[in-house]
């Protein structure tokens, strides 16, 4: 940054929607770009500024692509600041995340094919976010900006302005506009890239890289969705749909954290469930069917439709018969240690599923699993979709047979479309 010179060349009036402002071009000899600023009123050195450092995006500030929230966030920057009557986008030429517009593209078509935006990047040889804001902090010091309150859901911003010497004494989240084009986008932010994903103002995006948990079993991560009043469905056995496109959405974004995910065989004979990501972009978690009695039909979707094959954990009581024509349909059949009821033993199933480098565990239910792992105090994180409908019918927690309750850290809540996300941390009462 020694030999860096960055120069204002001229501004002009430019009249907008959202109200006038003056835009100035900026030259510099670092990178050769038009780099720009858009500012309202007077800039008092003496308070923060409210600031947003905005990255060129062609697709979305430009075309009004979905496929990322570019185009809402420069809009939205744009009313925030001009209602205020001071403030100052900075307008940086660093399409792609500083990839370049053609590289960008070929990024989409790998993400099309199943990267996410992150290993898109990589895979062309680039960096996760190849993005420099020096430029940004001189034109911010040219401008007489001393301190910033900063519009963005991005860490690495604010830590980038403040190793530079300017302050940041506010972060003020960017609400993003969620569709079914980016929800895996933003949830790939959020995971891989630090983002605080703010959405109707409340906290961030619950979706979170699952790891390891140290006593040698699988991180649990239980996800499921339910109405206002609990339920799951109308009665056992019958299926209902209860997520919204949106959620929906996002529970697919979920499942390509998780090397397995895992439902009992009463969600196949109801459902009949494909449990894979076909929403978003990402690998398919392998399929796991707990099955006591080897009840799964020769003809379910996991068996004929699943690029995996699926592994169906069942008891050492199991028919032999019925466990050979599964294997003979595609299906590993595992042979676990029973429990005094007949169930499969849990614990005995996660150790398995941990020997055999299956890390990271998404269970999805239906009610009996899900009480099985909750009453086992073997959950480590809850992701529960609450659709604002009343059903009456069949809870999804049922008794937990006196184990203690969890308690649930770092809570948060969102919503998408028209149901409300909730998730934190389980913490049991040994843990406290």
């Known amino acids: 940054m020694k030999n860096l010179v960055v120069e204002r060349i001229t501004c002009a009036r430019i009249p907008t929607e959202a109200g006038e402002f003056q835009l100035c071009y900026y030259r510099n000899n670092l990178d050769e770009k038009e780099h720009l600023a858009l500012i309202v009123g007077e800039i008092d050195s003496q308070k923060p500024t409210l600031v947003r450092i905005h990255s060129e995006c062609f697709t979305g500030d430009v075309l009004g692509s979905l496929r990322c929230d570019c185009g809402p966030q420069l809009n939205q920057a744009m009313q925030r600041i001009a209602q205020v009557g001071a403030g100052i986008i900075i307008y940086l030429r660093q399409e792609g995340r500083g990839i370049g517009l053609l590289d960008k593209l070929r990024a989409y078509n790998l993400m099309d094919e ?114 206002v ?16 496109q949106e959620s929906l959405t996002l529970t697919h974004q979920l499942r390509t954290g998780h090397d397995a995910i895992l439902v009992g065989i009463g969600t196949v004979l109801a459902d009949d469930p494909r449990l894979t990501v076909r929403l978003v972009a990402g690998p398919d978690p392998q399929p796991i069917i707990v099955d006591s009695q080897l009840r799964l039909p020769l003809t379910a979707r996991l068996l004929t439709e699943h690029p995996r094959q699926p592994i169906v954990a069942t008891t050492a009581a199991a028919d032999p018969r019925r466990a050979a024509a599964l294997q003979d349909a595609g299906a590993q059949v595992v042979r676990l240690p029973g429990t005094g009821n007949g169930r499969v033993n849990l614990p005995a199933l996660l150790d398995w599923l941990y020997q055999s480098g299956l890390h990271r565990l998404m269970v999805e239910g239906g009610a009996n699993i899900i009480t099985s792992f ?3 105090q073997l959950v480590d994180r809850l992701v529960i979709t609450v ?46």
């Open 387 to 432: 659709a604002p409908l009343l059903v009456g019918g069949l809870n999804a927690v049922g008794n937990l047979n006196g184990s203690g309750l969890p308690q649930l850290k770092n809570l948060h809540t969102q919503w998408l479309g028209k149901d409300m996300i909730l998730s934190g941390d389980v913490r049991w009462p040994e843990e406290n």
């Open 229 to 244: 009043d609990g339920s799951i469905t109308r009665r056992r056995g019958e299926p209902l749909a209860l997520s919204g």
């Open 114 to 227: 199943g990267y996410d935006t992150v290993d898109a990047n990589l895979k062309l040889g680039h960096q996760a976010d190849a993005r420099d804001y020096t430029i940004a902090v001189r034109m911010l010091q040219d401008l007489g900006v001393t301190a910033v309150q900063l519009l963005t859901n991005n860490p690495g911003k604010i830590e980038s302005l403040e190793r530079w010497g300017i302050p940041v004494v506010e972060r003020v989240p960017m609400l993003p506009a969620v569709t079914v084009e980016n929800a895996a986008y933003l949830a790939t932010k959020v995971e891989r890239m630090r983002h605080l994903m703010n959405l109707n103002g409340r906290s961030p995006a619950p979706i979170r890289q699952p790891k390891a948990v140290p006593h040698g079993r699988p991180f649990v991560t239980l996800s499921y969705a339910q109405s």
């Open 374 to 376: 909750l009453a086992a």
